[in-house]
């Protein structure tokens, strides 16, 4: 049984905004802090009650805000504390929650701490980084090249796990402990009701192991920055580099003053570590990932996370969906499929309006400095055509592109004289809100329902879950129960198929292709939702 703060954070519906690329209001071709309060009707109409905002601080943006020059402060671009303010106030007179993105395993190479620490071995930061007269390890970035830096200044080598101009941070310093703690107590103090942790797993280093996270020292430092009492109300979501039961349990477990939850990418990695290898999913194998971990969820009393998209991943409807023929009955579908199940809900932006991938055709319009960095290392035998397919398959600006609110040249993210700061989705003239919401098959009015429901009936946030479809079945049945009331959730996959229950039900509250009655032949990708009238 869930505790009851983790009972509560089930019933938060959480919306990801990528600032950059939400709404801008300035007219610069930049998405910002005003643009994001001019649409929040819009996420609350959706049915979200909390944002989760990327990086929105001071930075350089080498990695568009997850390089922090200072954690106290508002990215130039974005606009100002007192828009931030404004924002706050906003949200909270809607009744909706902020949730900020803390980067606590490495800051900007501008951030004040390292101009400092770079400038000798005798000074009060000489020890926030991570510095060594040689490489001591093999340990590469994740945007491509070593992780080592050689810093003319200081006249040694510093860790970067990321981009060269995000410097890891030495946890293993007390006084960065502190500022950590400060910088979560800053912003909890101005309204924050949470943090989405990112990449949670890197502050604890293993050099003995060679492991760059997942350290000896790891859960001490999360339980430094959420284990305090001024931190006790806070929801907090790691960004987890672990699909391991056991972890989840040491990152989440209630009386372990850790985390709230954590973001699980099993189902996005499908067991490979290279995302920019296409490879064929399917809406089967999400549907054993996601009973999977219903399980593992249940047995252990925790909260799980129910994501299929964010800023990093290539668009699930795109990955395991039909875009095109039947883009509508495929988002509508493995939205169904997910986010009727117990756990926390995260919605990407453009999501709500079945937004597939893009496509861009030169690696010189691409922005994002892991997709650049992993196209320089690519395999020389690769023709510039398979190379532009792995970048457009696993690229991040992919799911950056500014979001498409209309069919005018900027999709209405911007003016139509300015230039964004990435190019329009490719396909943002066919897919954007304003087209959605004219069609009688909108993906938005489907998500609105379908949170709707969530939110009106207990059994979908506090009920067990059930599967009860097989696993060769090529679809997915569950039921969610509560009480004396239980509710099936049929979610056909990619052919035509008789579906036949072992129960009787109401007809369909919910459903995508307005179906009469819950059994019977269900089309590729229909989806509906009833009440158990016995079970
Ligand atoms: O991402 C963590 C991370 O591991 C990335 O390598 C991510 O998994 C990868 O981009 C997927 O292809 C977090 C943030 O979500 C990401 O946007 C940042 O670039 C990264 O940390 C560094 O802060
Ligand atoms: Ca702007």
């Given at each position: 049984?869930?505790?009851?703060?983790?009972?509560?954070?089930?019933?938060?519906?959480?919306?990801?905004?990528?600032?950059?690329?939400?709404?801008?209001?300035?007219?610069?071709?930049?998405?910002?802090?005003?643009?994001?309060?001019?649409?929040?009707?819009?996420?609350?109409?959706?049915?979200?009650?909390?944002?989760?905002?990327?990086?929105?601080?001071?930075?350089?943006?080498?990695?568009?805000?997850?390089?922090?020059?200072?954690?106290?402060?508002?990215?130039?671009?974005?606009?100002?504390?007192?828009?931030?303010?404004?924002?706050?106030?906003?949200?909270?007179?809607?009744?909706?929650?902020?949730?900020?993105?803390?980067?606590?395993?490495?800051?900007?190479?501008?951030?004040?701490?390292?101009?400092?620490?770079?400038?000798?071995?005798?000074?009060?930061?000489?020890?926030?980084?991570?510095?060594?007269?040689?490489?001591?390890?093999?340990?590469?970035?994740?945007?491509?090249?070593?992780?080592?830096?050689?810093?003319?200044?200081?006249?040694?080598?510093?860790?970067?796990?990321?981009?060269?101009?995000?410097?890891?941070?030495?946890?293993?310093?007390?006084?960065?402990?502190?500022?950590?703690?400060?910088?979560?107590?800053?912003?909890?103090?101005?309204?924050?009701?949470?943090?989405?942790?990112?990449?949670?797993?890197?502050?604890?280093?293993?050099?003995?192991?060679?492991?760059?996270?997942?350290?000896?020292?790891?859960?001490?430092?999360?339980?430094?920055?959420?284990?305090?009492?001024?931190?006790?109300?806070?929801?907090?979501?790691?960004?987890?580099?672990?699909?391991?039961?056991?972890?989840?349990?040491?990152?989440?477990?209630?009386?372990?003053?850790?985390?709230?939850?954590?973001?699980?990418?099993?189902?996005?990695?499908?067991?490979?570590?290279?995302?920019?290898?296409?490879?064929?999913?399917?809406?089967?194998?999400?549907?054993d990932y996601l009973v999977k971990?219903?399980?593992?969820?249940?047995?252990?009393?925790?909260?799980?996370?129910?994501?299929?998209?964010?800023?990093?991943?290539?668009?699930?409807?795109?990955?395991?969906?039909?875009?095109?023929?039947?883009?509508?009955?495929?988002?509508?579908?493995?939205?169904?499929?997910?986010?009727?199940?117990?756990?926390?809900?995260?919605?990407?932006?453009?999501?709500?309006?079945?937004?597939?991938?893009?496509?861009?055709?030169?690696?010189?319009?691409?922005?994002?400095?892991?997709?650049?960095?992993?196209?320089?290392?690519?395999?020389?035998?690769?023709?510039?055509?398979?190379?532009?397919?792995?970048?457009?398959?696993?690229?991040?600006?992919?799911?950056?592109?500014?979001?498409?609110?209309?069919?005018?040249?900027?999709?209405g993210f911007t003016g139509d004289?300015?230039?964004?700061?990435?190019?329009?989705?490719?396909?943002?003239?066919?897919?954007?809100?304003?087209?959605?919401?004219a069609s009688d098959r909108s993906?938005?009015?489907?998500?609105?329902?379908?949170?709707?429901?969530?939110?009106?009936?207990?059994?979908?946030?506090?009920?067990?879950?059930?599967?009860?479809?097989?696993?060769?079945?090529?679809?997915?049945?569950?039921?969610?129960?509560?009480?004396?009331?239980?509710?099936?959730?049929?979610?056909?996959?990619?052919?035509?198929?008789?579906?036949?229950?072992?129960?009787?039900?109401?007809?369909?509250?919910?459903?995508?292709?307005?179906?009469?009655?819950?059994?019977?032949?269900?089309?590729?990708?229909?989806?509906?939702?009833?009440?158990?009238?016995?079970?």
């Open positions: 049984m869930l505790c009851d703060k983790y009972r509560e954070f089930g019933k938060w519906i959480i919306y990801q905004i990528y600032p950059r690329s939400f709404m801008d209001a300035n007219g610069d071709g930049i998405g910002d802090l005003q643009g994001i309060i001019s649409r929040l009707d819009h996420i609350r109409e959706l049915g979200c009650n909390a944002v989760w905002l990327c990086p929105c601080f001071k930075s350089p943006n080498e990695d568009n805000g997850y390089d922090i020059a200072d954690y106290r402060d508002i990215m130039d671009e974005f606009g100002t504390m007192e828009d931030m303010d404004e924002l706050i106030e906003a949200l909270h007179s809607r009744g909706m929650k902020l949730i900020l993105d803390l980067v606590p395993n490495h800051t900007s190479t501008d951030h004040r701490w390292f101009r400092e620490s770079r400038k000798g071995r005798d000074n009060p930061y000489s020890d926030y980084y991570y510095w060594y007269d040689e490489i001591p390890n093999d340990w590469k970035s994740c945007f491509g090249g070593s992780a080592w830096q050689y810093d003319e200044q200081r006249g040694q080598y510093y860790l970067h796990s990321f981009a060269v101009g995000q410097a890891d941070l030495n946890w293993e310093n007390p006084a960065v402990v502190k500022e950590m703690q400060d910088i979560v107590d800053f912003w909890a103090a101005k309204g924050c009701d949470g943090f989405r942790v990112d990449v949670i797993d890197c502050i604890s280093k293993n050099f003995e192991t060679g492991e760059n996270g997942l350290g000896p020292r790891l859960h001490e430092y999360i339980r430094a920055l959420f284990g305090r009492r001024e931190a006790a109300h806070l929801f907090t979501v790691g960004e987890g580099h672990t699909n391991d039961p056991e972890d989840f349990v040491l990152h989440c477990a209630a009386e372990r003053g850790e985390l709230s939850t954590l973001f699980i990418f099993d189902h996005m990695e499908c067991g490979r570590k290279d995302k920019f290898t296409p490879k064929a999913d399917s809406l089967a194998s999400l549907r971990w219903q399980g593992i969820s249940a047995d252990n009393d925790l909260l799980y996370s129910l994501f299929t998209d964010n800023h990093d991943q290539p668009q699930m409807i795109s990955r395991i969906g039909n875009d095109r023929g039947l883009r509508y009955e495929s988002a509508t579908d493995i939205a169904m499929m997910v986010y009727l199940l117990k756990g926390v809900p995260f919605i990407y932006q453009g999501q709500e309006i079945g937004m597939p991938a893009s496509y861009t055709s030169s690696i010189a319009d691409f922005d994002d400095v892991e997709c650049l960095g992993v196209y320089r290392e690519m395999d020389k035998s690769l023709s510039e055509e398979e190379k532009l397919e792995k970048v457009n398959f696993g690229s991040r600006d992919n799911v950056r592109h500014p979001m498409a609110w209309d069919g005018s040249a900027n999709n004289a300015v230039k964004p700061w990435l190019a329009p989705h490719a396909r943002g003239a066919e897919v954007n809100l304003a087209a959605d919401l993906v938005f009015r489907f998500y609105r329902d379908l949170l709707a429901l969530r939110s009106a009936e207990d059994a979908f946030t506090d009920g067990d879950f059930e599967v009860i479809s097989k696993p060769e079945d090529p679809y997915f049945v569950f039921t969610r129960t509560l009480g004396g009331e239980s509710w099936a959730v049929v979610c056909n996959f990619e052919e035509d198929q008789e579906i036949r229950l072992p129960f009787e039900c109401e007809s369909p509250r919910l459903s995508n292709l307005g179906r009469g009655e819950i059994e019977g032949k269900y089309m590729p990708y229909e989806c509906a939702a009833a009440k158990l009238i016995s079970f």
